[in-house]
């Protein structure tokens, strides 16, 4: 067994994909089978320790839905700045065993590096949020010093990440590598889109998968890659860590219109091995139809758009063209593409972001026809079930008390595909269970 240690949790994305979900019956259902059939070796994967905190949130809405799906045991909604290693050993030896090897998972905020922001205004590390990369790497780091170094870990950002910030593609990514490489870890990473292998949503995102030992190739058995180009090998190098040193290596990145990261890669023993994946699609296909909830059998007048506003919905994904200038005073264009207006069904959904939940007009909005006209209406916006199940959710994971659509979108918006997280659990699991018989 693994204990596992969930930072950044959310509403429970990587718990569910690798513990599954525990219903009324005790039995722990995969969501690869829709939550109808139990995770293989249920209980091999066992959170002691959960942290969510939202800071300047009064509400804590995600923790509060956190500890309604899962309980209160170990769970810490602290800022991570007052988490400690002190607190992931108590918690192992009182919810877990001593002698187990732990796992770290999580998806640190990403609001430095996401496409949410404009690329001229990402900090990337530097950022806010991108800063808390560096309390993950202290609890690494303490966690080490006493011996109790992780085995596993499993983080996952926005695409974006490996090629941030734009002045040095690639040399956030680059420090985090070399934080990693300090400790003696074996890296692969990938960018993945969940409507790549099946999955009903176009959710493009990075996964960082760290253990110690030879390359084993889980992402790409968990991705199953059809084909892979090459790209340059280049060495992270050994420094001692220190703003300096950091400096110095970001340094190298400057001036890089391209992140030699490409798109997937792998680092072992400090050499990156950069590639070009691709991603056998597969046969099955989800789009939005299998999502969908019956309309006649739910509550979707709160949903509805008035026709009157589809003017502003057609404006606002229309396609635009502006002259703008730079600050020195030259001219430039920019631009955007146009968006369908509304959502097809028999297409995957488009990535759910934070401001989803809204019936007023906005671009990234997903605008759904109305099977049959109501109230005057022809569309509404997606419903809290659809969000969910975007996300791969069970259905009404998130209800709670006092809880809207709009706060739905909020916390889908930053989650992440369940799925993908428990298609890499299958593949560690086979490779502990083959490793020790």
């Not at 990587?14 to 219903?23: A, N, Q, V």
């Not at 635009?320 to 631009?335: A, L, M």
Request: charged share 25%; aromatic share 12%.
């Amino acid at each position: 067994m693994i204990d596992v240690v969930e930072l950044f949790a959310g509403v429970g994305g990587f718990r569910l994909g690798l513990e599954g979900y525990k219903k009324a019956d005790s039995i722990f259902y995969s969501c690869l089978s829709n939550y109808s059939a139990e995770i293989e070796q249920a209980n091999y994967f066992n959170t002691i320790l959960s942290n969510q905190f939202e800071p300047g949130s009064k509400s804590q809405l995600a923790s509060k839905v956190y500890r309604k799906r899962f309980g209160d045991i170990g769970h810490y909604n602290v800022d991570i700045n007052n988490l400690s290693a002190d607190d992931i050993l108590y918690c192992q030896d009182k919810y877990g065993k001593k002698e187990r090897p732990l796992m770290i998972v999580g998806g640190f905020p990403c609001q430095d590096y996401s496409v949410g922001t404009l690329l001229k205004n990402a900090k990337g590390l530097k950022g806010v949020k991108g800063v808390l990369w560096w309390e993950i790497n202290r609890l690494l780091v303490e966690l080490n010093n006493i011996g109790k170094v992780p085995k596993y870990l499993l983080f996952e950002n926005v695409d974006r990440l490996l090629k941030s910030p734009v002045s040095s593609r690639g040399s956030d990514f680059a420090t985090i590598l070399f934080c990693l490489r300090k400790l003696g870890y074996t890296v692969e990473y990938q960018c993945i889109n969940a409507a790549e292998i099946g999955f009903v949503q176009k959710r493009r995102r990075v996964f960082i998968l760290a253990y110690f030992g030879s390359p084993r190739g889980l992402l790409r058995d968990a991705f199953n890659f059809s084909e892979v180009t090459p790209g340059k090998e280049f060495e992270i190098p050994d420094y001692k860590i220190s703003k300096a040193n950091i400096a110095r290596l970001q340094k190298k990145f400057v001036g890089m219109k391209k992140s030699p990261f490409l798109n997937g890669g792998l680092m072992f023993d400090g050499k990156v091995l950069p590639f070009n994946a691709g991603i056998s699609k597969g046969s099955e296909k989800l789009q939005f139809a299998d999502v969908r909830v019956d309309e006649a059998n739910e509550h979707i007048f709160p949903l509805l758009v008035q026709d009157q506003d589809l003017v502003q919905w057609k404006e606002v994904k229309d396609g635009k063209r502006f002259k703008r200038y730079k600050p020195d005073g030259s001219p430039y264009f920019w631009s955007e593409g146009s968006m369908e207006l509304f959502q097809k069904d028999d297409e995957p959904l488009r990535t759910i972001i934070t401001s989803e939940g809204g019936v007023s007009a906005l671009r990234t909005r997903h605008l759904i026809k109305l099977e049959k006209p109501l109230y005057g209406c022809n569309y509404r916006i997606l419903h809290p079930l659809e969000l969910e199940r975007a996300n791969m959710f069970p259905d009404n994971f998130t209800q709670i008390n006092g809880i809207t659509t709009k706060k739905v979108g909020f916390l889908m918006g930053n989650a992440l595909v369940i799925g993908i997280v428990e298609k890499v659990r299958k593949c560690i699991l086979q490779y502990e269970l083959n490793s020790y018989p």
